[in-house]
């Protein structure tokens, strides 16, 4: 349970972080990046698996060749779901969710990293 609550705290914060560096990714508060980061997370586990899988099929299996990219633009998509399902998030466009999954993920990696490396 503690391992997933800081999960969702280093979410948070790096959506916050995404926020603050990248025009046109709004979030209303810090707190409200926790809500945003619940609903990513949610939206995720519900619809993440199943783009992924769509977006392989798709491209004739080069999509799971390059699970990376496939995994970048799967979480663009999902983070352009959680813009239109929340008032808390405004992405002005695909490429601002694109950059934004990149820095998002940045940021959370190394904050896990941190956070392992503290820990242990």
């Not at 999902?78 to 929340?86: E, G, P, Q, R």
């Not at 405004?90 to 490396?117: D, E, M, N």
Request: glycine content about 6%; aromatic content about 12%; hydrophobic content about 70%.
């Amino acid at each position: 349970m503690l391992e997933l609550l800081l999960s969702w705290a280093i979410l948070s914060a790096a959506f916050w972080l995404t926020a603050e560096i990248l025009p046109g990714f709004e979030i209303a508060s810090p707190r409200r990046a926790i809500l945003v980061a619940a609903i990513f997370g949610i939206i995720n586990a519900l619809l993440g698996w199943f783009l992924f899988v769509v977006l392989g099929i798709v491209t004739l299996g080069i999509g799971f060749l390059l699970a990376f990219i496939t995994r970048w633009v799967v979480n663009a998509i999902l983070l352009k779901i959680t813009d239109a399902l929340s008032s808390s998030l405004r992405i002005a466009s695909f490429k601002t969710a694109l950059l934004g999954a990149l820095l998002i993920s940045l940021f959370a990696t190394f904050g896990q990293w941190l956070v392992h490396l503290v820990i242990s």
